[in-house]
C-alpha cells in the first residue's frame, strides 16, 4: 500500500524493532533476527529502527539481519536525537545540516546499505531551522542515499514548513487507543498534505496487551519504569483502559493486543501502524490482528474509553517542534 503520495510503498503493518535493542529486558539477537525473517515471510515489509536504539546497535542487527533479503524490505531509520554517554536518559537534538549528512552516512554503514529508504528526523531541533534540516535531508535524496524522507513528533506548522522544502512521505508520532492526540490536528494536517501516518508504539508500550499489572513485572532498566503512566495511582487507573479493550476481545475471540491495533487500522487505511516486538509468537499475533473486523457497536466502546492518566513521556520537552 501507499505511505504517502510520494510513491513510497510498504505494507499494511510494520515491524518496530527498537525493543530487540534495549529499553524492553533482554536482548536476544537470534531471536530478533528469527523475528524479523518471520516477519519478511509473513508479508512485513517496513522496519523502523533509528540510530539511538542501542545505541547504534539496532541498526547493524537490522543489516545484518536483511542480508540476503535487502530487496524485499523498507529500510526506515531516524537521526537528531543525542544520547548521554554517562546517562542514557538524558537527550539532546541535533538538526543542523552537517550533522544531518554525518548521521546518514553512519547509518549506512552500520546498516550495510547503499541506500535508506525512509529517513526520519527523530525530534526536530528548536535550534536548527526546519527548512535547513530538511534541506540537508533533501541532499541526501538527491545524492541517492534516502529515497524518501519523515519526520517524528513534529507540530502541524513545522511539517508544513518542512513539506515546503521537500516532500515529506510520513509522519512517525505515537498513536493509539490510549494516546489518541493527533486526532485534533496532526492527521487532518498529513492527510491534507498526501503525507503517510505511522503511528508508533500502537500497544501502548506494552500495556494494551493487558500483560502488566505492576512495574514489577519490569526489569530494573525497562523504560517504562520511568513513564508516568506506568507510575503508582496513575498505571491503577489506566488498567481500567485494558479492562474495556479485554471484554471487547473477550467477545471476539481475540487478544487484547489484537483489539488495540484493529482499532488502528480502522481509523483509516492511511495508518501504517509499526507494533514493535522481538519474539515470533508476538509478531505472528500482531499481523493477525489485520485480519480482525471490528464492528460500529465494537468502535463505539472502544472509542468512548477515558484517555489516560500520566504523561507520554517523564520530559515532554522534546515533543513537538
Known sequence: MPLGDQGLTVSRQGLGCMGMSEFYGERDDAESTATIHRALDLGVTLFDSADIYGPFANEVLLGQALVGRRDHAVIATKFGILRDPDDPRKRGVDGRPDYVRQACDASLQRLGVDHIDLYYQHRVDPDTP???????????????????????????????????????????????????????????????????????????RGFLTGTVRSTDQLGPDDFRRFSPRFEGDNLEVNIGIVERIDAVATDKGVTPAQIALAWVHAQGVDLVPIPGTKRRPYLEQNVGALAIELTADDLEQLGGIAAPQGDRYADMSGIGG
Do not use: C, D, N
Request: hydrophobic share 45%.
Open 130 to 204: 526546519i527548512e535547513e534540516t530538511v534541506g540537508a535531508m533533501a541532499e541526501l535524496v538527491t545524492a541517492g542515499k534516502v529515497r524518501y524522507l519523515g519526520l517524528s513528533e513534529a507540530a502541524p506548522a513545522t511539517i508544513r514548513r518542512a513539506h515546503a522544502v521537500h516532500p515529506i512521505s510520513a509522519l512517525q508520532t505515537e498513536y493509539s487507543l490510549w494516546s489518541r492526540e493527533p486526532e485534533v490536528e496532526i492527521l487532518p494536517t498529513v492527510r491534507e498534505l498526501g503525507i503517510g501516518f505511522v503511528p508508533y508504539s500502537p500497544l501502548g
